[in-house]
């Protein structure tokens, strides 16, 4: 009984039930492998959400952008001595109701694209409420100073709003649409003689160029009709 218990053959390690060094190795790069794997897609499911998050952004703060300036146009306002609407081909001002309630007077309001920290940015610049032709006079030439060359004061009442590559106004007059600047458009405020009879046109289209990125890109076109002529042409 002894001598059969001395000379029992010993158990090898797989008998025991351990894993040899290759299979270790193999379960090791299986999980690898599989880790690799998840992160590429977990990474890419992070970039979709973000990318997603971008775009509802962009589109958020490019429709709040396209209803000021429906609003704006919608107030327009033409008063004796005054301007209604101007485009040199840099900016546009225009002059408009007050919104606010009781009614404050009239406003003095100039969109343009300007540089702003090294992007060239779409901006609007509001005046405060003017009662006088002298006030308006001000206005007007403060928001043409503005759009070129501002000062600290300046800028204190602009708002940035979203990157912007480029931009163009046409008006529509005569059933057709044409250039501000052109022959058949309207006078530019810097040549016109204020107090001349210069009347709104039948609509505006503005034209934006969005840059590239990783949100909103390429161009867009809104169309504003004149509410008082039922112009206006999509």
């Not at 000021?68 to 225009?94: C, F, H, N, Y």
């Not at 940015?121 to 043409?144: H, I, K, M």
């Not at 034209?207 to 890109?217: D, H, I, M, N, V």
Request: proline share 7%; net charge positive; no cysteine.
């Amino acid at each position: 009984m002894a001598a059969s218990f001395l000379h029992r053959p010993a158990r090898r390690w797989r008998d025991w039930g351990g894993f040899t060094l290759v299979e270790l190795l193999v379960a090791l790069s299986v999980m690898a492998l599989l880790a690799v794997v998840s992160w590429r897609g977990l990474d890419g499911m992070v970039r979709s959400q973000e990318q997603t998050r971008q775009r509802g952004d962009a589109l958020l703060v490019l429709q709040a952008a396209l209803a000021q300036w429906g609003m704006d146009l919608d107030a327009l306002q033409t008063l004796p001595s005054t301007i209604p609407l101007d485009w040199d081909g840099q900016v546009l001002r225009l002059t408009r109701r007050s919104s606010a309630v009781p009614d404050e007077g009239t406003l003095v309001v100039a969109w343009t694209r300007r540089n702003v920290q090294g992007t060239d940015q779409w901006l609007r610049w509001q005046s405060p409420p003017v009662r006088t032709r002298g006030q308006w006079q001000q206005a007007w030439q403060q928001a043409s100073m503005w759009a070129r060359n501002p000062g600290d004061a300046e800028k204190q009442r602009e708002v940035v709003l979203l990157p912007l590559a480029g931009w163009q106004i046409f008006y529509y007059r005569g059933d057709a649409w044409s250039n501000p600047l052109s022959s058949s458009g309207t006078p530019s405020a810097e040549t016109a003689q204020i107090g001349a009879n210069i009347s709104l046109p039948d609509g505006v289209r503005l034209q934006l160029e969005l840059p590239p990125g990783p949100a909103l890109a390429g161009p867009i076109t809104r169309d504003w009709a004149n509410p008082l002529k039922g112009g206006g042409k999509n």
